[in-house]
């Protein structure tokens, strides 16, 4: 799991929406996205990502490490400039611990979870767990720090577990939200959320 840390000056985004994606690389990997952009452009991100998905290599690649650095590069070849936290998820095969998965600005410098909380340069906020999943959403200080310290309590449940725990206290304090997890290696499972209100959309 790869996530973006920010070192820009926060900037206030109005309004958001949230969506999800599924496309297929040239050679023909399939990838689940999810992603919080500018509010009026989700149909159009959704419609970029599929465009330009289908259009880049996603590459056989083995070692996790490696292949999340892969996602964070095509994601941010294939976002929208309205785009502003994104995710991507894949189930390929990989050599030992899980992977497969990358959360964050998909425009800023990508570095490895280390099982924190990081707050984009938009003031969105992102949790990355290495091997595991991660979510970004938006929220005040206050509601963040209460977020990621009971996310963080859910770390010794099995996954779907401690994703079915996140969505439901992200629920409770965010309106919109993405969670993503890591799709390969033992027990990963490939899965985005995006909600945005009442609205919410899955895939697995």
């Known amino acids: 799991m790869i996530y973006e840390l920010m070192s820009?000056?926060?900037?206030?985004?109005?309004?958001?929406?949230?969506?999800?994606?599924?496309?297929?690389?040239?050679?023909?990997?399939?990838?689940?996205?999810?992603?919080?952009c500018r509010?009026?452009?989700?149909?159009?991100?959704?419609?970029?990502?599929?465009?330009?998905?289908?259009?880049?290599?996603l590459g056989d690649i083995s070692d996790v490490y490696f292949l999340d650095v892969r996602l964070a590069q095509i994601l941010n070849g294939i976002s929208d400039?309205?785009?502003?936290?994104?995710?991507?998820?894949?189930?390929?095969?990989?050599?030992?611990?899980?992977g497969g998965g990358v959360i964050g600005d998909p425009f800023?410098?990508?570095?490895?979870?280390?099982?924190?909380?990081?707050k984009q340069k938009n003031g969105l906020w992102c949790i990355a767990y290495s091997g595991r999943f991660g979510c970004a959403f938006e929220a005040d200080d206050k509601t963040a720090e209460f977020l990621f310290q009971?996310?963080?309590?859910?770390q010794n449940d099995e996954i779907k577990e401690a994703i079915r725990k996140t969505e439901?206290?992200?629920s409770q304090k965010c309106r919109v939200y993405i969670i993503i997890s890591d799709g390969s290696g033992n027990g990963a499972i490939r899965y985005v959320l995006a909600a945005d209100g009442e609205k919410k959309e899955k895939q697995e």
Not at 83 to 97: H, N, P, Q, R, Y
Not at 111 to 118: H, K, L, T, V, W
């Open 168 to 170: 439901i206290l992200l």
């Open 108 to 118: 800023s410098k990508s570095e490895s979870a280390e099982d924190g909380i990081e």
């Open 150 to 154: 009971n996310i963080n309590r859910t």
């Open 8 to 36: 820009y000056p926060f900037l206030k985004v109005d309004k958001m929406e949230a969506g999800t994606a599924r496309i297929f690389t040239k050679d023909k990997k399939e990838c689940l996205i999810a992603f919080i």
């Open 39 to 57: 509010d009026g452009h989700a149909e159009k991100v959704r419609h970029n990502y599929e465009k330009k998905g289908g259009e880049t290599v």
């Open 81 to 98: 400039e309205s785009v502003l936290s994104c995710g991507a998820s894949v189930k390929t095969d990989v050599e030992s611990m899980n």
